[in-house]
């Protein structure tokens, strides 16, 4: 940060958009948590409410459901369902009643946490510090490493929970022996097959964390060209900057939410495949 | 790295809502769908039934319409046949009410020629007689001369 004083104050303007609302263990200069007994109130608050809300939804939708004409809305959610539906029937073996409504509410929930990323980046954070004097907000739950985490340990203990079950204790305990080179390499194999595995729970998560932060910095570096160039400029330049902004922020907008979709759906996949492989009983 | 404890706020939530959409979403719009997707196939095999059995009853309906058509035919034939029985009966009825009528009158006509005959032949004697009288000047008796008279009258 030992920068030129603007670009003090352009650090500061994003670290400060990428620091949660922190209770507990906090650290009271950087407001970064400093240990695990840390609560981010501002990814819990947004990953409830759009919880919140998707449950609200599917209430109101599931108490109302018409067979033979449906409309609208309605409509809107079968579309998604089937979607859903024909991924698990194209990429899952066998049947699990559960991996379906898994999937769908992975697909949902992640593309509601990601569209956060869509609203404008000072938008939120401004109203909150206006209305309740709330210092720092980030607004994008799946920007924050624990959501993303959250999600993927469940898949994880999922994977280990049905290959369990289908493959049986020593079933499972063989994959780590003998797979992936056979019998008499089981030292190595054992370790292929830990960081296998262990992959699966940190790629889904890191994947979901880095997309999606780096979008948010994008959008922040966009936001920026206005924050400082407009100032400094003349009419001309004001316009100029000011055009740029708006120019980039919507071909970022467009592109990001292709982006959001596509990493809810690679989420989704994923725990469907990872699930799919804990059912394949000889591996 | 900053992983805290909403950590384990995030997974509660994320277990809560995928029991949530299980039971509130998921199952009731799968049912629904499933339901749907069975009434469609049902709708389709009913049509199909409804179809055949169209087909049944056109088919049916035709050749009830055949054999009518054969029995009208046929009844229209015998009604024909009928009718110039009928014709030619009262032809032949007429024919011989026509002869009768016929055989009638000219008996009537013969008998009206004979009596005229008659008549005639009585007064062609008596104005014989009246003639011959004449001539022989003297009236012949008719009671005594009643052969030669009924010989006359016989001859005429």
Redesign the interface.
């Known amino acids: 940060m030992a920068e030129a004083a603007s670009g003090g104050g352009t650090v500061q303007y994003i670290q400060h958009h990428l620091t949660n609302l922190c209770a507990g263990q906090c650290d009271p200069v950087t407001h970064k948590a400093t240990g695990f007994w840390a609560l981010h109130l501002d990814t819990i608050f947004f990953s409830y409410a759009l919880a919140a809300l998707i449950m609200v939804v599917s209430w109101r939708l599931g108490r109302s459901l018409v067979s033979d004409a449906p409309s609208g809305f309605q409509n809107f959610v079968e579309t998604i369902v089937d979607f859903v539906a024909q991924q698990v029937r194209d990429t899952f073996p066998g049947h699990n009643p559960l991996i379906a409504p898994l999937a769908l509410t992975i697909f949902v929930w992640v593309w509601l946490m990601n569209f956060m990323d869509l609203i404008p980046v000072d938008l939120l954070p401004v109203l909150a510090n206006a209305i309740f004097g709330i210092e720092y907000l980030k607004v994008v739950p799946t920007t924050d490493l624990s959501a993303t985490f959250a999600m993927s340990l469940v898949v994880f203990a999922l994977i280990i929970y049905y290959n369990i079950k289908i493959k049986g204790l020593s079933g499972y305990a063989k994959m780590f022996l003998f797979h992936p080179f056979g019998k008499f390499l089981v030292p190595v194999n054992i370790v292929m097959t830990i960081i296998e595995e262990l992959a699966k729970p940190l790629s889904l998560g890191l994947r979901l964390f880095g997309n999606l932060f780096a979008g948010e910095l994008v959008f922040l570096l966009i936001a920026l060209i206005g924050g400082t160039m407009f100032l400094a400029a003349g009419f001309f330049g004001a316009m100029f900057w000011g055009g740029l902004q708006v120019l980039l922020d919507l071909g970022w907008l467009i592109f990001h939410l292709l982006v959001i979709t596509l990493q809810a759906f690679i989420f989704m996949v994923l725990t469907i495949v990872y699930l799919g492989m804990a059912h394949v009983e000889d591996h | ?11 509660i ?6 029991w ?3 039971k ?7 049912a ?2 499933e ?2 997707q069975k ?1 469609i196939a049902d709708g389709l095999a009913a049509a199909e039934k409804g179809k055949h059995e169209q087909e049944l009853a056109e088919k049916h309906a035709k050749e009830t319409l055949k054999e009518a058509k054969t029995q009208a035919a046929e009844v229209l034939a015998q009604a024909e046949k009928r009718a110039s029985i009928i014709v030619e009966e009262s032809k032949e009825k007429a024919q011989v009410e026509g002869d009768r009528i016929k055989a009638s009158a000219q008996s009537e006509i013969d008998q009206e020629v004979s009596r005229a005959k008659e008549q005639l032949r009585g007064q062609v004697a008596e104005i014989a007689v009246a003639g011959a009288s004449r001539v022989l000047g003297r009236e012949i008796d008719s009671k005594s001369h009643d052969k030669l008279m009924k010989d006359l009258i016989e001859q005429i």
């Not at chain 2, 900053?2 to 950590?7: A, S």
């Open positions: 790295m900053n992983i805290t404890v909403t950590l384990i706020f995030q997974m939530a994320f277990i809560l809502l995928i949530f959409v299980n509130y979403l998921w199952t009731p719009v799968n629904m769908l339901d749907r009434r």
